[in-house]
T-cell receptor, first 113, second 110 residues
Framework: DAGVIQSPRHEVTEMGQEVTLRCKPI?????LFWYRQTMMRGLELLIY????????DSGMPEDRFSAKMPNASFSTLKIQPSEPRDSAVYFC???????????FGDGTRLSIL | QKEVEQDPGPLSVPEGAIVSLNCTYS??????FMWYRQYSRKGPELLMY??SSGNKEDGRFTAQVDKSSKYISLFIRDSQPSDSATYLC??????????WGAGTKLIIKP
């Protein structure tokens, strides 16, 4: 079975550029989560969706961050404009429902120069 | 005080030893408990999922939940160098809020 698929795996871009991260959840999963992981702060939940609807975006650090889920098989996390402090590994995860365990993709390693 | 406390380690043990990893929590509303393993440059991988007090075993791994003490553990028997990774605990409360531990870095020495 295909797991959670994220793209790109690596992204290096200059400060001020727009960055779009993509995620395809596991088929049949109703909940989707975006995380950011750094050495300093560990794993941080940014936003999550249930049945394509954003439920809680209180973890989104600033208005520069936005996320969409136009359908059950695709989600994007966008940063515009990007800043060096946004450099981190961004993970997408999905689960069958909100109280079920999450399954993670391999992440996007983002470097903002 | 954090809702979930987990010693970041590193925890270094010799190959073949029994490993004990632990998390404590303060919110009695947590109902679901999970352990994840994360290798370098990979996403967290689900190891164990449980929603009741007691023990759950899967191969060399045993998850233990003590809701009265607000304490969960993951035991690894016959530890192998390939078990070297960061282990994260995670919990879900009755409002479906998921809280993560900081992760414990485990090193198994051959």
């Amino acid at each position: 079975d295909a797991g959670v698929i994220q793209s790109p795996r690596h992204e290096v871009t200059e400060m001020g550029q727009e960055v779009t991260l993509r995620c395809k959840p596991i088929s049949g999963h109703n909940s989707l989560f975006w995380y950011r992981q750094t050495m300093m702060r560990g794993l941080e939940l940014l936003i999550y969706f249930n049945n394509n609807v954003p439920i809680d975006d209180s973890g989104m650090p600033e208005d520069r961050f936005s996320a969409k889920m136009p359908n059950a098989s695709f989600s994007t996390l966008k940063i515009q404009p990007s800043e060096p402090r946004d450099s981190a590994v961004y993970f997408c995860a999905s689960s069958q429902d909100l109280n079920q365990p999450q399954h993670f993709g391999d992440g996007t390693r983002l470097s903002i120069l | 005080q954090k809702e979930v406390e987990q010693d970041p380690g590193p925890l270094s043990v010799p190959e073949g030893a029994i490993v004990s990893l632990n998390c404590t929590y303060s919110n009695s509303a947590f109902q679901y408990f999970m352990w994840y393993r994360q290798y370098s440059r990979k996403g967290p991988e689900l190891l164990m999922y449980t929603y009741s007090s007691g023990n759950k075993e899967d191969g060399r791994f045993t998850a233990q939940v003590d809701k009265s003490s607000k304490y969960i553990s993951l035991f690894i028997r016959d530890s192998q160098p390939s078990d070297s990774a960061t282990y994260l605990c995670a919990m879900i409360d009755s409002n479906y809020q998921l809280i993560w531990g900081a992760g414990t870095k485990l090193i198994i020495k051959p």
